[in-house]
């Protein structure tokens, strides 16, 4: 049957309207309402990536299902005023903004608001303000917490990340103050050769010696959770949001764990799809296409998160894309109370197997952080787009510092899905090291495509460490094998730790450790496998 054609909607639209904050700043953003009718509810999205963000939100669906739109710049960004300050100053000035809009005589006294990752944060730290008229929220691939899971991944500095983000957010500041006639050339020579070649600057030791981002050394100088993060946390407590919030994830999402942490402690309904940070809803993550039905529009997600913002969602509590068998499942709860927590041993020969192993010898690889591992897909934000989500590891495999343990040829079908992580018995002959781990789904073909990772940063020279995968959707299927890759670094998405007991802000090149790692029997990765 023929689309038929709607006539335009009668708009009437107010660029650059000024807010006034509490401070007297004053911010700026579009207003975007029917030219006929009212008084209406109000969508408001706060952003820090300038005028190009406006032109990906669905603003005329909204309008289509009833909403105003409001388009507000954070403050220090496109056209507001005042200072930008990662994360400070959203809860305050997203509760003055509402207050404004349920005052204009357009508005009907309701807002709710919409995001994806910083945009995501801005409404939660809104919410958290309680402001009054703020009935909902959709919150998709955020963090939960500033230090833990943004910046910080067990105990390891999210560098690629850190740097890429901070970079960006740089620069666009030295236009903002461009803009207002402020002389910048210092700081457009400080950050453009940072952002000319982020692997190089990656690769500067000590960290505190790259220049030009004017959080860096907030960042990396506060490798614990200490006053400087719990200032911060304070803008976004989880206990004192009471409007209702929708959750939309990506396995694929380097916040991933954020987001899974944000719904466990509000609750609401949650989706989670095949997607990364920057292809949100596609159908396909970095080498595999999962198909048509993978996508966001396939099951309607724009529609569904609209009627969540308007009170009229009848769709599931948990709705998961389960990779392998490439469907969606609705769930009542996650995690799945179905999963059987079930233990595969990492034996020194290789093999990874439910059976623990009999030989008392350990897996031994040396690390050198002046070589680390190289950053081959997972959750990835960096410069290259390319490089994310599942890749095929049989080029990193080939090293002699990444250890592999692999499953007999499986005869059926192990469905993966839930929470998992790796248990590692290890030492080091250095100071300090980090221990990864990476699960792998290795095809018939021999293609060993990543799944998930994670990462632990270990003080003491041996111990039980703890690695966090986070969580996935995945069936390895018939002919298939499960692998599991330990080593001591993935750069650049974390720093690399020097071996020295200090960290890599504090640690020139020079001064690096080669390390001397052992992984002993009793190690383990817990699969949480659903019965089939």
Not at 139 to 153: I, R, W
Not at 380 to 408: K, S
Not at 489 to 516: I, K
Request: charged share 20%; proline share 9%.
């Amino acid at each position: 049957m023929p689309k038929l054609n709607r006539p335009p909607l009668p708009l009437s639209v107010e660029h650059d309207a000024p807010v006034p904050m509490r401070d007297d700043t004053i911010l700026r953003g579009d207003v975007h309402r029917p030219a006929e009718g009212g008084p209406f509810p109000t969508l408001l999205v706060r952003t820090p990536y300038g005028e190009n963000t406006f032109r990906s939100i669905p603003v005329v669906p909204a309008l289509e299902a009833g909403f105003a739109v409001v388009l507000q710049h954070c403050r220090g960004r496109g056209g507001s005023d005042g200072e930008f300050r990662p994360w400070l100053d959203e809860g305050a000035d997203g509760h003055d903004t509402i207050a404004w809009i349920t005052a204009q005589p357009w508005s009907n006294g309701e807002v709710v608001m919409s995001g994806m990752s910083y945009l995501a944060g801005c409404a939660l730290q809104a919410a958290a303000t309680r402001p009054p008229g703020l009935k909902a929220v959709v919150a998709s691939m955020t963090p939960h917490d500033f230090h833990d899971g943004l910046k910080y991944h067990g105990g390891a500095f999210a560098l690629g990340s850190a740097l890429n983000w901070g970079a960006m957010q740089t620069m666009l500041g030295l236009l903002h103050g461009m803009e207002a006639g402020e002389d910048v050339g210092a700081g457009f020579g400080a950050i453009l050769p940072v952002l000319g070649d982020q692997a190089a600057a990656a690769r500067t030791l000590p960290l505190s010696d790259i220049p030009g981002i004017p959080w860096w050394n907030d960042w990396i100088s506060h490798p614990d959770r200490d006053a400087y993060w719990r200032e911060l946390a304070e803008t976004l407590r989880h206990d004192r949001i009471e409007v209702p919030v929708m959750h939309v994830a990506g396995w694929f999402d380097l916040f991933l764990s954020g987001t899974l942490e944000n719904h466990r402690r509000l609750g609401g309904p949650l989706v989670i799809g095949p997607w990364t940070h920057l292809a949100p809803g596609a159908s396909g993550a970095g080498r595999l296409d999962f198909g048509f039905f993978a996508s966001a529009q396939a099951i309607r997600l724009e529609q569904r998160q609209l009627a969540f913002l308007k009170g009229e969602d009848t769709g599931p509590a948990v709705k998961i894309f389960v990779m392998g068998d490439d469907v969606w499942r609705d769930e009542e709860a996650w995690p799945l109370a179905r999963a059987v927590e079930t233990r595969y041993y990492l034996h020194a020969d290789g093999l990874l197997s439910p059976a623990p192993p009999s030989a008392t010898e350990p897996a031994t690889f040396t690390y050198d952080p002046r070589d680390p591992v190289p950053t081959v897909g997972g959750p990835l934000l960096l410069p290259d787009p390319t490089n994310v989500g599942p890749q095929d590891q049989r080029d990193v495999e080939l090293r002699p510092d990444v250890l592999c343990f692999t499953t007999d040829v499986l005869t059926g079908d192990v469905e993966v899905t839930g929470p998992l992580s790796v248990t590692l018995h290890a030492s080091t002959s250095a100071a300090g090291t980090d221990w990864t781990a990476k699960l792998v789904d290795v095809h018939p073909d021999g293609r060993a495509m990543s799944v998930i990772d994670g990462i632990v940063r270990a003080s003491a020279p041996s111990g039980v460490h703890e690695i966090d995968l986070v969580a996935t959707s995945q069936v390895f299927k018939a002919g298939h094998r499960i692998r599991v890759e330990v080593s001591s670094s993935n750069f650049p998405r974390f720093d690399r730790n020097p071996g020295t007991g200090r960290t890599s802000a504090e640690t020139a090149e020079h001064e690096l450790v080669l390390q001397h790692q052992a992984v002993f029997p009793g190690s383990h990765i817990t699969l949480p496998i659903v019965p089939r």
